[in-house]
């Protein structure tokens, strides 16, 4: 089983597909960027029920802001012990630069999303991680 995971892990990583797939957060992270310590300060986890949309192009969550990414290129993959991760490069609602990344912790068995500017950083902990779209 835990093959098969990774092997559509791997294969979804390496493109983006056609169709819009529809993805639930139940919780969500906010951090600061620490430049003294250089790392992430993370807040306390926050129950939310958020729908993300994923297509080929554009990520789009039904928050307060309207979050809208429109996505421009990939970024960088990482593939070690502990995770398997893609990243995107993008503009938001505010085009604003940002980056885009999908997560799978191998060790928890937990997908999350990323949205990451230069000193702040939402991560978004997906229920029943089901990426088709982003092959991972």
Known sequence: ?????????????SIIGLAQTTSYA??????????YTKKWMWEDLKDVDLTFTLGKTYVKINDQAHTFLSIIEQ???TDDDKLKS?????????NRRCTFMITYHKQD???TYGIMYNDRCFRYYIRNG??????L
């Open 26 to 35: 139940y919780k969500l992270e906010f951090g600061n960027w620490n430049t």
């Open 109 to 111: 068995n937990v997908i």
């Open 75 to 77: 970024d960088d993959n």
């Open 86 to 94: 893609v990243s995107w490069i993008c503009t938001d609602e505010k």
């Open 130 to 135: 089901k990426v088709d779209n982003f092959n």
């Open 1 to 13: 089983m835990r093959k098969l995971i990774l092997a559509v892990l791997f294969s979804a990583m």
